[in-house]
């Protein structure tokens, strides 16, 4: 497989890094396989639909822009990243492990006695963890204690957080995004996760967090949009955040739970389930037939696991950004950061 | 007894000391500078104190992310907010994550009188104590408090620290060294052993010279690190008298009173104990020794508690 040979933290073009943009497409689909053997093979029910639509933002943090060295996990001038919404911790495993940091054989013991893979994150436990988290709202603000000790040593390495959109139902999160605002932060980039939904449903109504772009703006933040299973818009987000000065930085990156599977794309109830031996293989078919399309593919867009042309289900074959901004009428889709 | 001093103060001084000594070391506040006496800190080591504002809740947090990137972090608010307010941000990102963050929680037990019970801490030390390697402390006067500050700077790992408002005289001499996680005999005595923290030990030696008169030999000993607390720290004084009491400026559940009836119960079950505290009551407003005083810790109280436990009542 193609390694990472583009320098970290640059713009991804669809056409010009065709090859690294598949290359990042056949990791999404190791990660998504990953996890599903993950949750099968332990017997253990995982929230599916949290897990595989975080997929393409941590696979690209690890692959193409943080600054960090798998055999040295403790290396002081990396990148640090947070997961602070920690349910999603099995997708950070798989990426982890894909990444290098540790052995996939320690999937065999996930969440079990003496497993390096708990819960959620345990940052004493699991290489390449940088913070415990799984109590909602306090990995952001961790996220910042960080930032801060960077800014204060005017240190060469960023910080980065992945927040959810129900977990900005936690005021801990607002008081962090405030402070973090007065003390000009500028060493922190904050993923929002937004797929509309919290673990109960969707939030709209109900716990619902819009204006979300304004809000943030309104703290201090600089504010951009992307695409969340997009590599390539989300890197050119993330690179204009990076540019930020001053100020923290976040992009709201629009999302579908679910992601990459289709009957927990369209589960009708919380998909925090355990696979039967059918939804397994179904799972496994799915995300074959996803890294054929990758593989054939020229173009790297839309996402290969919402093949245009011949999706495995009827559901599937919905493009990428026509399903994305008929779920998310908030959307503006290619909406520019008014902060940055 | 030397001079009279206020433990607040001693641990202002001493945090300007570990700071201009190790540039890792930083503070936190959450609006409460004044009260806390870290404002020459600020001017000490400028931009290494931090006021978040009113945001009790992201001072373990904040603290947590600075730790895990090489600061030590001393944060500072009142007990009952840096403990109570923040309880699980304390138990998940601090304890759990097992980050170098030092927990200063001030004007702690019924310090805050007037202020009433919204301001009373009176279960800071049952929380704290619950939490599995934290190290809970409280100085028994100024000379400790310094030195406890001094070893914070230098343990890995987190610590709670805990300060009221009592005014106290030293009772470490000049080359005392604190160690923690062992106890102190302030003074021998045969009958009962009166188990103090903080700075109750003046009120226990002034019982002890009143107990004296009667006949009563009463032996005083300092806890001033609740936890760890080695069993055989207890024992030792346990078996050399009849029985105990325990004395507090917090609730008698989960406190110094629980920390040593545990070592009692299971290695001394045949020496009784008492424990002097707050109990089990939400508190009123009031002057911070009426209501000691009040709530438990009168020195008639103390008397009292001996004399059930020696019989002589």
């Known amino acids: 497989m193609e390694r990472n040979v583009l320098p970290l933290k640059t713009e991804l073009n669809p056409e010009r890094d065709q090859a690294f943009v598949r290359d990042l497409m056949l990791k999404a689909v190791a990660v998504r396989r990953q996890i599903v053997e993950m949750g099968h093979h332990s017997r253990i029910r995982l929230h599916y639909g949290a897990l595989m639509g975080m997929v393409e933002m941590v696979t690209l943090l690890y692959f193409h822009w943080l600054d960090v060295r798998p055999e040295d996990p403790a290396w002081p001038e990396r990148d640090r990243f947070v997961l602070s919404k920690g349910h999603g911790a099995p997708s950070l495993y798989a990426v982890l492990a894909e990444r290098g940091f540790f052995d996939r054989r320690h999937f065999d013991r996930f969440r079990r006695l003496g497993s390096i893979l708990q819960g959620h994150p345990d940052r004493l436990k699991t290489p390449g963890i940088e913070a415990s988290s799984g109590s909602l709202g306090q990995g952001l603000a961790v996220a910042c204690g960080m930032a801060l000790g960077a800014q204060l040593d005017d240190a060469p390495w960023r910080v980065y957080c992945l927040v959810g959109d129900g977990e900005c139902n936690e005021g801990s999160i607002w008081e962090a995004g405030l402070i973090a605002g007065n003390l000009r932060l500028g060493h922190l980039r904050v993923l929002l996760d937004r797929n509309l939904k919290s673990s109960y449903g969707p939030m709209a109504g109900r716990n619902d967090v819009e204006p979300l772009a304004d809000k943030w703006r309104a703290f201090g933040w600089a504010v951009f949009e992307a695409d969340g299973h997009d590599f390539c818009d989300l890197s050119q987000k993330l690179a204009r955040a990076e540019a930020v000065e001053g100020q923290p930085s976040l992009v709201i990156c629009h999302t579908l739970k679910g992601k990459g599977i289709p009957f927990v794309e369209h589960y009708p109830a919380k998909p925090n389930i355990l696979l039967t031996e059918e939804q397994y293989r179904e799972c496994l078919d799915v995300l074959c037939r996803a890294e054929e399309e990758v593989r054939k593919g020229p173009s790297p867009r839309p996402s290969p696991c919402e093949g245009e042309g011949e999706g495995p289900s009827p559901r599937s074959r919905t493009p990428l950004r026509r399903g994305l901004r008929a779920a998310l009428p908030c959307w503006e889709g290619e909406g520019e950061g008014r902060g940055g | ?313």
């Open chain 2, 1 to 313: 007894m030397g001079e009279v001093k206020d433990v607040t103060a001693a641990y202002s001084e001493a945090l300007v000391e570990v700071g201009l000594a190790d540039p890792r070391v930083m503070a936190l506040d959450a609006d409460l500078p004044d009260s806390c006496m870290t404002e020459p800190f600020y001017r000490a080591c400028p931009g290494r104190a931090i006021d978040l504002g009113v945001a009790e809740q992201s001072l373990p947090t904040f603290a947590a992310g600075l730790a895990l990137v090489g600061k030590v972090p001393f944060y500072n608010t009142f007990a009952v907010f840096a403990v109570g307010r923040s309880f699980d941000m304390i138990r998940l990102s601090v304890a759990y994550a097992r980050a170098n963050v030092k927990i200063v929680g001030h004007a702690a037990g019924l310090s805050l009188g007037y202020a009433g019970p919204s301001h009373h801490a009176l279960e800071d030390v049952a929380m704290m104590r619950a939490l599995p390697g934290m190290v809970v402390l409280q100085p028994a006067d100024a000379e400790e408090c310094r030195q406890m500050v001094w070893w914070m700077k230098d343990y890995a790992g987190p610590v709670y620290l805990r300060l009221t408002r009592a005014r106290v005289p030293d009772v470490h001499a000049a080359g005392w060294r604190f160690e923690m996680g062992r106890t102190e005999q302030l003074r021998e005595g045969c009958d009962v052993t009166l188990y103090t923290t903080g700075d109750l030990w003046v009120q226990a030696l002034r019982v002890a010279e009143r107990l004296a008169g009667e006949g009563i030999g009463v032996q005083v000993v300092n806890v001033s690190t609740l936890k760890p607390l080695p069993p055989g720290e207890i024992v030792r004084h346990a078996q050399a008298t009849r029985c105990g009491t325990t004395m507090e400026d917090h609730h008698v559940v989960g406190g110094l009173g629980s920390a040593v009836a545990e070592v009692y119960a299971e290695f001394v079950p045949e020496r009784a104990l008492r424990r002097l505290g707050i109990r089990d009551t939400f508190t009123e407003s009031d002057d911070y020794d009426v209501l000691r005083a009040h709530y438990g810790l009168a020195d008639e109280d103390v008397v009292t508690a001996v004399h059930s436990l020696l019989g002589s009542s």
